[in-house]
């Protein structure tokens, strides 16, 4: 259950991106929620060996160059998924920020409800 309530959390916060950042667009909630998934398993595949390889310059940036790793992997749904369009890097950039801060939001939100029922 809790991983339905986290899928629909992060398909929503897609669709909140898509509202505020100019270039990112999802088509409708279906595709959000279709890019929630295709997003965590290119992030869970391709971007961890990219975060892997590419783990010194991330050290050197102080983290910052895992926002422009994040930032390839949404365009790389985008390049895979019809209805989930990203306009260029700085829109895939600023998406993924956001993107982020929303799941952190989202990991803290149910940490805090799992607190709470314990």
Do not use: C
Not at 26 to 41: D, H, R
Not at 55 to 68: A, D, K, Q, R, S
């Amino acid at each position: 259950m809790k991983w339905l309530v986290h899928w629909v959390l992060s398909a929503l916060a897609i669709l909140a991106v898509a509202q505020f950042v100019p270039g990112f667009r999802v088509a409708n909630l279906v595709v959000a929620l279709i890019a929630a998934v295709v997003i965590g398993f290119v992030n869970g595949t391709v971007g961890l060996v990219l975060k892997v390889l590419t783990f010194p310059l991330t050290i050197v940036t102080f983290g910052l160059f895992l926002l422009v790793v994040n930032a390839l992997m949404l365009q790389l749904v985008a390049w895979f998924l019809p209805g989930f369009y990203i306009a260029g890097f700085w829109s895939a950039f600023w998406g993924a920020l956001l993107l982020a801060l929303l799941n952190m939001a989202i990991r803290w939100l149910m940490k805090e409800e799992k607190e709470r029922r314990d």
